[in-house]
């Protein structure tokens, strides 16, 4: 599904099994996508309904067809809040599709068209956070410097079970810090689970190359970066960040994560030609996008078909800057992998 199937179809086709009214306009629009999230999916939901604020928010609850009892639990969240929770009940055959899976997009831009907000916020179904004042204190810095278009904080890795993998997800960053336009169009790393943006027309940005991509989050920030700067705020308790084997990246291999960011860097030097960015920001696109065809490559594995194989090496021959020995390599260890 491209982008103007998508629009299409958020248009005219009826997903929306119930669609609860907020009784206020919202300043806020938190944005929740969740998918098999059911020991999960209550603890996230009470953080956020904890939320201390002068404001009145709305949460967008999207369950993409969850078969676990995860759907059942939102409804009831849905019945008990309806003058917070919008909940949106998806399909998967409305799902937009990579490499023939679903990939939940459709429910994350839903939400996005669907938020009424000043501003949105976003938490996946299986984190959670943990600072009651976190979305007061978000808005309140978005208030006062119009010249930001996002702020985010920091967050902990916790396991399935809750317990504390890494105190600090971004070890090194401990003090506010400002992220240039440039840095957020070079899709600088900031923790979905912690970010609040603005809400303006910045999905007119999107490329229909988006939905060949995995990381959409990143593509997000990038596109972000066409409208201010970022702010990492640390006077904001850190959320939780889950790791578990559901998890749709954690559980990928190398070969798959490095074949979705080179599909993900082409896409961003698309966009940024497409909207003439900075030639460093062009520059950055064209640097990252060879060190992963380069990554790819060495991690072609048993499961890649040799047919396959063989247009990752002549796209990669194609590019100047191919490296016979890497190739030599890369040759080398496919054919070892094919016998193990």
Known sequence: MDINEFKKTYEHKKVVENDNQVTQQPVVSVCVQTYQHVNYIKQCLDSILSQQTNFEFEILLGDDASSDGTREICIKYAEKHPDKIRLFLHHRENNIKIAGQPTGRFNFLYNLYSSQGNYIALC???????????????????EAN???????????????????????????????????????????????????????????????????????????????????????????????????????????????????????????????????????????????????????LMAANKHVTLANFSKMLKKYVNDEKYNLILISKAIFFYIIRQFK
Request: include cysteine.
């Open 124 to 142: 996946e179904g299986d984190d959670y956070w943990t600072d009651p004042l976190k979305l007061q204190k978000q808005v309140d810095f978005l």
């Open 146 to 296: 119009p010249d930001y278009i996002i702020t985010c904080h920091n967050a902990k890795v916790i396991n399935e079970k809750g317990i504390i993998t890494k105190e600090k997800k971004l070890q090194k960053q401990a003090s506010n810090k400002t992220y240039s336009q440039i840095d957020l169009k070079k899709g600088a790393h900031l923790l979905t689970l912690t970010m609040m943006f603005r809400n303006i027309d910045f999905l007119e940005k999107f490329l229909p190359s988006f939905y060949s991509v995995l990381n959409a989050d990143t593509y997000l920030i990038s596109c972000l970066g066409f409208y201010g700067k970022g702010m990492f705020l640390s006077n904001i308790k850190d959320a939780s960040y889950r790791v578990h084997e559901g998890g749709i990246w954690s559980k990928k291999q190398d070969f798959t994560k490095f074949s979705n960011l080179v599909r993900l860097f082409e896409s961003l030097l698309d966009l940024h030609i497409y909207h003439n960015s900075e030639a460093e920001v062009i520059t950055y696109f064209k640097k990252v996008k060879f060190i992963y065809k380069e990554k790819s």
